[in-house]
Structure formats: structure tokens, C-alpha cells
């Protein structure tokens, strides 16, 4: 008699929980390489951006045990979905604020939103996936999130360009000068730092009249000994001090002062062949003012004229003129918010709570997945194993372990696009490049570490099977910060941060397979705990690294703080025990 081949249901199943993941860290991180353009629109300051960027982790980690409780009681797959749609829902919406009051309040709830996606994709592959291949399942779901994480940082850049309407106006208003002493001092023929090539400064200043070129001087005087005393002050404190990258907030010029030097800049901006490539061939440009610079000034339409010489004018005063492309994040928070409603339609679709549950799984893949003794997938749940969870040593040191992760981890995805815009002042097609590679790299880093941990698990037991690739992994990202020390180039940087990212990477599907060895039926409680506190960390790291860096842009400072963190994390994930059940059956069952 033949025996029935085990349909395939469950691939399909691990597959939709990772394309959830894909579209749970798309929508999250999107707003990281947004967040210059959002700032200029909204006229937020750097503390506000601060606690922007922390708001979602506060509620994220709040949310996790509540959520992970709630699909434990009322099944995978109406719950998912429902998280699907509500945060694509925040996610639209975020595109329509117009206040810090509201965008923070959005932020909020999309972080309660988006609470109950990890926790219920664990969940999922504690029922549909067979024990012996639980860390690689984990690894593939994790491993979306990055896929997501680097779409966010790589393709949101491009979109924000392609959304950017052609028909967008180029003249500057008063309000698109965004620190106008600074814009002043960059203007004056005074300056002790150059902007821009010395043939382009001068064009620039060649346009502006013998009063206009007066009160710019005289502005750029106050700005130039503010600067002096920010200076002296960060010598004698010991410290390094880079010019272009001190932020000073003065008291702007007047209205009337700031109208004459717009209406003059104005000019600039609408006189053709001003710029032209061989004096900014070395000027860090947009990708498409490079591609206008090409072509002969006659050949450009009006409307190419005047956007090539906005976009450079950005570039020349890059921390003092509002950007061009703001336009176009709006309409991209639109376009993510809408992917959620196919994402959920196919996550409705193909999971089921139970194998048994699904229409199309037939009873011997059922038997393949439910054969192992340690799937414990059935029973009655009742309210959060809180007191376990207290109780569990290994537990606290999981999520210690996860916390200090986070601090280190989320530089890499909330911080790096300043880092390559502020200190090395690339383009924003460039900045899309560099820091979509690490979340890429750790793609690698994913995937090895699911293999990685179910082999040492055959191989050397359990507990050290899931506790050194968690361990070992926090001190390579450790050493990879202590690298950043020493003034890497741009691609350095790049570098280091993707070791940062694949060996975090490589440790996560340690983690993920540690909740559901000790989580029994509550692997949603579970994992929500650890994930509460790793998110707790998260939150805490924005205004933490607003802090430390500072108007003195002190880089160095938050790496050493990121290699801290690392340390801290490797150390207590030694402690992990994963043969030690955190919920262990009820006696009735």
C-alpha cells in the first residue's frame, strides 16, 4: 500500500508569516530615513525627533505580553490579521499629521499595533513547524524583518524620490531656510570653512547686492563668534571639533533681512548654466542634479533648470535650506500603509491556528509536524504564566540579554542615515545605498544562525546550543562598534555596521527558538515578555543618542555606548538555560 506524501501546507505558513514580517519592519523603520525630511516639514526639533523615533518602541514593549496573551486565547490568524490592518492603518495616517502632537500619537498606537506580530508569528511556528527545524523556521520569519528593515532604508529613499512631484515649486519661501545665521555665515565672503567649491561660492555670491552682501556679513559676524565660544568651549573639554558639524540655534535674522537674502538666492536659483559639473565634480549631489549638470544648459527645460539649482543649493548649505524631496514622504507613507491590506488578505488566506484546522493539510504532514514529544502546541490557556516568568532566572537573563541588544542594535537602523548625512555628507540616493547594506548583510547572518543553533543543539545539548551562538554573537557586534572609533570612511563605516547587523542577526534565531523550547502552549506570552524588554531598550536609545551626540555631533561617544550594550548582552546571554520550562502542563492536562 503507498503511503500518503505530507502535503506542503506548512511552507506556505512559514512563508506569509515572513512576508508579514517583511511588511511588520518596512513600516517601522521607514520613517528612519524619512525623519530629516519629516523634521523640515514640521519644523521639529532634534529632541522631538528623539522621542518620534522612541515613541513606537514604549508601546511596542508594552504591548507585547497583552498581544502574545491575546493570541494564545483567540487564535494566530484572526489575530494577525487584525494587526495587519490596524497598523497599516497608523501607518497611512502618519502621512497626514501636521503637528508633533499628532505624529507622536500615531507613532504611539502604531506601536500597540504592531505589538503582537513576532509574538504571534512564533506562535505559528510552534504549531506548524516540527521540532528538529524550529531555529531555521524562526530564522526565515526573523530574516523578513531584515528583508523589511533594508527595504525600508534602501527603497524608501527612491520612492520619496519617485513621489516627489516634478510640479513641486523650487523658488525658497522665508520658512524653507531652516537655521538662517548659519545660511548667512555660509554666504559671507568671512566664512573659515568652505560650503561648496570656491567657483560655485562665488556665482552664488555674485548674486547678491552691496546691501544684501552687507547684512549677510554682518549676521555671519554673530554666527562666526558663537561658533568661536561653541569651539573654545569643546577644546578645553578636551574634544575634537569639526566646524561643518556643529549645529548652532541663534536667533534668526529679521523677516524683512531674511526676504531680501531669499528673493536673492531666488535669483540663483532661476538663472540657467550658474553650475556647472566640472566645478562640483566632487560636490556630494542628488543622483539627478548630477544627471542635469550633464547635459548642456540649453538643452534643459525651464522647469530642469530651476530644479538642478535648487538641488544644488541644497547640497552647498545642506543643514540650512529645506530639502526638494520632503515632498515625497507623504505620499510614500500612503503607499506602505496601503501594502498591508494585500499582506493581510494572503495572511488570512493561508494560516490556520492548528494544522489540523487548515483545509489543504492532509493527515501526514499533520502526523510529520505533531510526531516530536517536545511539540507542545495543545491545551487550555489560561491567563499570562506571570509568575513563571518572574520566577525563571534564565528568563531574566534572556531578557537583559535582548534589552541591551536593542541599545546597540537600533543605532544601525534609526541613526546611521544621519550619521552618513551629518558627518560624511553623502547624497540621499548614496545615504539610501550605504545604510541599506548592514540590514542586507544580516540576512546571512539570520539564516546561519538558525542552522547554527539546531546543529549545536544535536550536537552539544540544548542549553549551550542555544546560549553560545546568543553570546558569541553580541561580542563580534561589540568589537565591530570599537572599530568606529577610529574615523572610518564612509565605506568603513558601512562595514562595521554590517557586522553589527549580521552578528545580531546571527544570534536572533537563538532567541526566538529559546521562547518557544521553554514557552509550551505560551509561546505568545512568552516571547512577548522578552520581546517586551528588548523593545524597552529600543525606546530608550533615540533620546538617549540625541543626548550623547549632541549639538557637538560626538559619534564616538554613541559607539562607545553601542559596544557597551554588546558587551552587557553577550555576557548575560551565557545565562540562558533553554531546558528549564518557563509554563510547565497543568496537572490536569
Known sequence: ??????????????????????????????????????????????????????????????????????????????MLTAYILSWSLFTGLTGAATAFAVLLLLRFWFGFAQAGAYPTGASIISKWVPFPSRGL??????????????????????????????????????????????????????????????????????????????????????????LEAERNRLQAAGREVDDKQLALQLTPPSAADMGQIVTALNRVIGQRGIFVAEQLKDWPLEKEAVRLLALPADELADAQATRLNRLVLEAIHRQSLRKLYGAGWRP??????????????????????????????????????????????????????????????????????QWATNVGWVFVMTWAPRYFQNVHQVSLEERALMVSIPPMVGWGGMILGGLITDRLVDKIGLRWGRALPMALSRFLAMGAYLACLFQPSPWLAVAMFSIVTFSTDLGTASVWAFNQDVGGRYVGSVLGWGNMWGNLGAAMTPPLLIWIVGESQNWELAFITCAAAFLISGVAALGVNATIPIAPLDKDD
Open 1 to 78: 500500500m503507498t503511503r500518503l506524501q505530507p502535503t506542503n501546507i506548512r511552507f506556505l505558513v512559514v512563508s506569509s508569516t515572513a512576508l508579514m514580517s517583511i511588511l511588520l519592519y518596512l513600516d517601522r523603520f521607514c520613517i528612519s530615513f524619512a525623519e530629516v525630511f519629516i523634521k523640515e516639514d514640521l519644523g521639529l526639533t532634534d529632541v522631538q525627533v528623539g522621542w518620534m523615533l522612541s515613541a513606537f518602541f514604549w508601546t511596542y514593549a508594552l504591548g507585547q505580553v497583552p498581544s502574545g496573551w491575546l493570541t494564545d486565547r483567540f487564535g494566530s490568524r484572526i
Open 137 to 226: 523556521a524562526s530564522s526565515v520569519v526573523a530574516m523578513g524583518g531584515r528583508v523589511g528593515g533594508w527595504l525600508a532604508l534602501y527603497a524608501t529613499g527612491f520612492v520619496i524620490v519617485w513621489l516627489t512631484p516634478l510640479s513641486t515649486p523650487t523658488d525658497l519661501q522665508v520658512a524653507d531656510v531652516l537655521a538662517p545665521a548659519r545660511l548667512c555665515y555660509e554666504l559671507s565672503t568671512n566664512a573659515q570653512f568652505q560650503t561648496a567649491d570656491q567657483a560655485a561660492g562665488r556665482r552664488i555670491a555674485a548674486s547678491l547686492s552691496t546691501a544684501q552682501r552687507s547684512l549677510v556679513d554682518r549676521h555671519a559676524a554673530r554666527y562666526a563668534a558663537a
Open 332 to 401: 510614500m507613507m500612503y503607499l506602505y500603509g496601503a501594502l498591508g491590506l494585500v499582506v493581510a488578505a494572503l495572511v488570512w488566506l493561508n494560516c490556520r491556528n492548528q494544522p489540523t484546522d487548515h483545509p489543504t493539510c492532509n493527515s501526514a504532514e499533520i502526523e510529520l509536524i505533531e510526531s516530536d514529544s517536545r511539540m507542545v502546541c495543545a491545551g487550555k490557556v489560561r491567563g499570562v504564566p506571570l509568575r513563571p516568568l518572574l520566577l525563571s532566572v534564565s528568563m531574566w537573563f534572556c531578557c537583559l540579554s
